[in-house]
């Protein structure tokens, strides 16, 4: 434990850099539902066009966590968030200019691969410039940005329904595009990404940066992984000692979406409506509500990941989250379109005990479990299968709902919030103030 050691401005300043890359994963990401109305009108969308052009995104995104692993393996960490900007670029300039159904499928596809690779390379990012007894609070960063990006969604939508501009809804994008691009410049390739190629005297360099109050080897030690290069190798990701990692952090990363978390982000405004909001405008008024609370609670996993730790906040958060999708659930039992207040304090309640636990812990897990050298590539096949299960969730939600009825439907997820629990209570593994080098030495031990 090193618990004297604080992070240093510089490492604060880097992290907020690679997180703005979670603004536009949040704000890309929700903002089509405020949209969805206005391009139907304009280009005579059908039901089934809406559909494609909803899941192209993801998509895109599921395809770009994979390729992501290997870019930022192969080609280091930094050009991996400088591409990420080039392909946001393309995709958004795509969609405000877009003339019809073919260009918006295209600027959301390039969107989505924009969106996968940022997803894992921002944390992992993160993660390797930070001293570990911060490392949880400045990953979560990340997820405190996304959070904002998907509030901000909500916002623009709330604040341009009554003109319908989508073009500028789309371009809302464009600054943190810039501010990341500026941001760029000021940042350097991490340290154990630099080790890996060979290049340990820039790697020191960094190092003494990010870290005020730990002896000069010990600097090293926390970074650097001896048998890294020899990883870079595709096998690597299957050698018997990297097989637990692999399984907890796909199994955090898929347990993060299978929850159900995007059936509220997504679908809030249809979630309230069915509740019993009537007007367009009040559903969209609660949806903020629900941006809000995201962004409020993921500040105070902030402050709490690197204290208590991530296990007590992924057994809390799982066990809150199971318990108010059984409240949402029996809300609407004979209520239907009554189900009303407590409906939404429900599903407050349930967003709430995410940000504290799920929302944060789950980028972190993966991005520290990993052995350096295919810590990209992990992590990006456990992004992937994020990314999949998003896709299945948001497709299945509406029918679910026909088919299970509202009440079946929720009451699933809370079933699978038990599994989730059971999943981490046998095999996720306390990381808090762990080196990575610690890290790798319980999974080699164990
Ligand atoms: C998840 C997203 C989700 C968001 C909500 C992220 O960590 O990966 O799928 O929409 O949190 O805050």
Redesign the pocket.
């Known amino acids: 434990m090193h618990k004297k050691a604080k992070f240093t401005n510089y490492s604060l300043f880097v992290s907020c850099v690679a997180a703005i890359g979670g603004i536009l994963f949040?704000y890309n990401?929700s903002v089509i539902s405020g949209v969805l109305l206005f391009i139907t009108k304009d280009f005579h969308l059908s039901t089934i066009q809406q559909e494609v052009i909803v899941s192209t995104l993801l998509i895109g995104a599921l395809i770009g966590a994979l390729l992501g692993g290997f870019i930022a393996d192969q080609f280091g960490r930094k050009k991996t968030l400088f591409l990420t900007l080039i392909l946001f670029f393309i995709g958004v300039s795509t969609l405000t200019q877009a003339g019809g159904f073919d260009t918006l499928l295209i600027g959301r596809f390039i969107s989505g691969l924009a969106i996968g690779i940022v997803?894992m390379a921002a944390p992992l990012y993160i993660a390797e410039m930070s001293p570990p007894e911060n490392r949880g609070a400045l990953v979560s960063l990340n997820?405190l940005c996304?959070?904002i990006g998907?509030l901000i969604a909500y916002i623009v939508t709330y604040a341009f329904a009554a003109s319908g501009n989508w073009r500028d809804m789309f371009a809302f994008a464009y600054i943190p595009i810039v501010l990341q691009f500026i941001g760029l410049f000021l940042i350097p390739e991490t340290p154990s990404w630099l080790f890996t190629h060979n290049r340990k005297d820039r790697a020191e360099e960094i190092l003494h940066k990010i870290r005020i109050s730990q002896p000069h080897h010990h600097l090293v030690e926390a970074n650097k992984d001896e048998d890294a290069p020899s990883k870079r190798h595709w096998k690597a990701l299957f050698a018997p000692s990297v097989r637990k990692p692999f399984l907890i952090g796909i199994g955090v990363a898929v347990f993060?979406?299978i929850t159900g978390?995007?059936t509220v982000?997504y679908y809030a405004p249809q979630i309230f409506q069915l509740a019993g909001f009537e007007t367009a405008q009040t559903a969209l008024f609660a949806t903020i509500l629900v941006g809000a609370v995201?962004v409020l609670v993921t500040i105070i996993a902030l402050w709490l990941i690197d204290r208590i730790g991530r296990r007590p906040l992924l057994i809390a958060g799982l066990i809150g989250m199971a318990a108010a999708l059984a409240v949402l659930g029996i809300s609407f039992i004979g209520h239907g379109q009554s189900a009303g207040l407590t409906a939404v304090v429900a599903l407050l309640v349930f967003v709430a005990f995410?940000?504290v636990s799920l929302?944060p812990v789950?980028?972190l897990i993966i991005s520290e479990v990993y052995p350096l050298g295919i810590r990209g590539r992990a992590m990006g096949i456990a992004t992937f299968s994020?990314w999949v299960c998003?896709y299945f969730v948001s497709l299945t939600f509406l029918s679910l709902i026909q088919s299970l009825g509202t009440t079946g439907t929720f009451w699933l997820y809370a079933i699978i919030c038990f599994l989730g629990l059971w999943f981490v209570i046998k095999l996720v593994p306390e990381t808090k103030g762990k080196t990575f080098e610690e890290i790798q030495a319980f999974w080699k031990k164990s």
Request: no cysteine.
């Open positions: 949040g990401t997803s997820q996304i959070t998907i993060q979406s978390i995007n982000i995201n995410f940000a929302g789950a980028w994020n998003n």
